[in-house]
């Protein structure tokens, strides 16, 4: 049974993007029990000494699917403040675990268990035993690839059957959505219909419809209409992964995609995006190679050039990681089309960071109140993007204290409130009795993330405690040995 603790002297913010106000609060059970003037209780105290008290925070955009197995200590999100991850983006997802594409992203899986269904899955995220909690989406990409593999056509009324049998099963385990991935196989051979279709199936349990849409470049709004169209037609909420401009030919559409998000939301669509704060994204190198990054630069992702491309991840060759792809054309001697097939030849699954995006497009996104945060790191062997490790604190130390494109309190509502609200995960992220005790305790004059480009694997600096689910998980900036994390259903 959890201990009782009493936190005293917090700055408590909310989560609700209220301003902060000074009290205590009590936790027992893993439920915050109460908030306010409390004393003379049997519990544990523990002084906040007016650090900032929040509610866990939520990552949005998470795969950490297959990870949460292999490193159960997550130390990677935990320690950054995140208690509640969202996994499945991007289209990837767990079931069928045969064609599964999250997967595929790990060179050894030896040990994973195995699943067939959702509910065995989530049983065995719930025996892992993890440090943060798991949400969860339906991918729309290993459903299609064990129906209609990479094929460009619309499925037969037998494999809409089959791929609406594993949407509903998904639902009824208490997913949040389904999600698609529209720059990637098999995705990217779906139409617009498909996906209306098969979305329909989310919209009786009140899901999301998350998209990593088809362009984040020169046709990005085209793709913002497409995705607002999927969720308003197959009448459900709709969340745009990443929301980014990529490629400098296109910096600053930011102000037409976000006013496209504002018209829709005028006609009563519940319509947000989420976000990590970078100038870099990353993926793979083979999306960049089908998406024509290098050539005519109109698949999706925005023109690229060699010296903007950082090799992050091989599991064949790890000599290659921290090279950049310009790099290896000058030691082939080859243009950068065919130096990345060149490589991709041997490791198919190379992670690559790419720069592409601007900082007036991402304060301006930050800003607008539809957005809220999402990591979208991949915990993979090399140099993983610093998000992993820097995204939630990087908001709170570069973008609101020093920067101030938000303040601290609307920061946090990004982070807890509204991203419980959008998910549907209706016992979280709000300071509040009842709620769950997923509690991050912070120093605000100096929480910031030290994860680099060069140097990522570093935790961030202002962490004090965390607690998840009443359980004391990171004690006085140190991760404890609990690991207190289970599945989070959708409400």
Not at 23 to 46: H, Q, R
Request: charge should be negative.
């Amino acid at each position: 049974m959890n201990k009782k603790y009493l936190l005293k002297n917090a700055t408590i913010f909310d989560g609700a993007g209220s301003n902060p106000f000074n009290g205590n609060v009590l936790i027992e059970n893993g439920k915050i029990v109460e908030v306010g003037n409390i004393n003379n209780v049997d519990a544990e105290i523990i002084d906040i000494n007016g650090k900032a008290l929040a509610p866990g925070f939520i990552d949005m955009h998470s795969h950490d699917d297959v990870a949460m197995f292999i490193y159960p200590d997550m130390d990677f999100k935990l320690m950054q403040g995140v208690t509640t991850n969202v996994n499945g983006n991007c289209g990837s997802g767990v079931i069928p675990h045969s064609s599964a594409d999250i997967v595929n992203w790990y060179p050894n899986l030896e040990g994973i268990p195995e699943w067939s269904s959702y509910g065995e899955y989530s049983d065995l995220v719930n025996k892992s035993k993890t440090s943060v909690h798991s949400a969860f989406l339906v991918g729309h990409g290993p459903i299609r690839k064990a129906t209609t593999g990479n094929e460009e056509r619309m499925p037969t009324k037998s494999e809409f059957d089959t791929m609406k049998a594993w949407i509903k099963e998904g639902m009824e385990e208490g997913a949040v959505g389904m999600s698609t991935g529209l720059i990637y196989e098999p995705g990217r051979y779906s139409n617009t219909e498909e996906l209306i279709e098969l979305t329909k199936t989310i919209s009786p349990y009140n899901g999301v419809y998350f998209s990593h849409m088809r362009n984040e470049a020169g046709n990005l709004i085209q793709s913002v209409e497409e995705t607002i169209k999927i969720g308003e037609e197959a009448g459900c909420s709709i969340e745009i992964s990443h929301h980014k401009v990529s490629g400098q030919e296109n910096w600053g559409k930011s102000v037409e995609s976000l006013n496209t998000i504002d018209e829709a939301r005028s006609r009563g669509l519940n319509v947000h995006s989420d976000q990590y704060p970078y100038n870099a994204g990353s993926t793979s190198l083979f999306a960049l190679v089908q998406n024509n990054a290098f050539t005519t630069g109109d698949g999706g992702m925005g023109s690229q050039t060699g010296d903007k491309v950082t090799i992050a991840g091989s599991s064949v060759d790890p000599s290659l990681v921290g090279k950049t792809l310009g790099d290896l054309c000058d030691e082939f001697d080859l243009p950068e089309q065919e130096a990345a097939q060149k490589i991709l030849k041997t490791d198919p699954g190379i992670f690559i960071v790419t720069e592409g995006m601007v900082e007036d497009d991402i304060a301006r996104i930050l800003a607008h109140p539809t957005t809220m945060i999402g990591s979208d790191g991949v915990p993979l062997p090399g140099n993983p993007h610093p998000r992993l490790y820097g995204c939630f604190p990087r908001v709170l130390g570069k973008y609101s204290r020093e920067d101030g494109v938000i303040s601290m309190e609307e920061a946090i509502h990004k982070m807890t409130g509204l991203s419980a609200e959008k998910a549907n995960l209706n016992d979280r992220g709000l300071i509040k009795p009842g709620l769950n005790a997923d509690i991050v305790i912070f120093d605000e004059d100096t929480i910031i993330d030290k994860a680099t480009y060069d140097n990522p694997r570093v935790y961030p600096e202002g962490i004090i405690h965390i607690f998840v689910d009443g359980e004391l998980s990171v004690k006085n900036g140190k991760q404890t040995e609990v690991r207190a994390g289970k599945v989070a259903r959708r409400s």
